[in-house]
């Protein structure tokens, strides 16, 4: 089953076993070129991919209708431009 990634994910998570009940956004993130040439909407939905990796052990479902739903968007979202980007890959999970 196909899932996406983020890319590098455990050097800035400091839970190793558990779900965190948050995640670190570091101030340099405000700083990062490649993050200030998203658009304001890439730039919510990168954050609240990172949310969804936390929950759950960085395998997100490849379903735009369950990232729509979990983050609250009109709209479903643009996965492949942010692939394209770097900011998330696709995996293959076996269940």
Not at 10 to 38: A, G, M, S, T, V
């Amino acid at each position: 089953m196909k899932h996406w990634q983020i890319p590098n994910w455990e050097e800035y998570q400091h839970y190793k076993k558990r779900k965190p009940p948050w995640i670190k956004l570091y101030l340099k993130l405000i700083r990062n070129y490649d993050f200030l040439k998203l658009s304001e909407a890439e730039r919510w939905l990168v954050v609240g991919l990172w949310i969804i990796a936390a929950e759950t052990d960085n395998r997100i479902p490849d379903d735009p209708d369950y990232i729509r739903s979990s983050l609250h968007l009109t709209r479903k979202p643009d996965l492949h431009r942010l692939a394209r980007l770097g900011w998330i890959r696709s995996i293959d999970v076996l269940e």
